[in-house]
């Protein structure tokens, strides 16, 4: 088979991976919406923008979440700090006045 031709089999995986991929942009564009507004709410509290205890009880769940569901518990925990960590910046930033 030619690299221009295209299997049927492996044009239906790559379908359902973009339709995942599209699924994931859009929860976490959910996600980051309201962990902005958790931002502003904790700037108009005088809250700090991280909750060390939270985040970590967060990634326990989640390993665990991560390992019943099959998906490495290790993999699981990096994606959820980078995402934390872009949230603590946000929530930094709304603190600090910046209205992004």
């Known amino acids: 088979m030619s690299e221009h031709t295209e299997d049927p089999q492996l044009a239906e995986f790559r379908a359902s991976i973009d339709n995942i991929d599209a699924a994931l ?10 962990t902005k507004a958790v931002g502003r709410y904790k700037a108009n509290s005088d809250l700090p923008p991280s909750d060390p205890g939270r985040e970590e009880q967060q990634i326990s769940r989640l390993r665990d979440l991560a390992d019943d569901s099959g998906l490495d518990p290790a993999f699981t925990e990096k994606f959820i700090r980078f995402v934390v960590a872009e949230v603590i910046q946000h929530h930094q930033r709304i603190a600090e006045g910046d209205s992004f």
């Open 25 to 34: 942009v859009h929860l976490l564009a959910e996600r980051f919406k309201i």
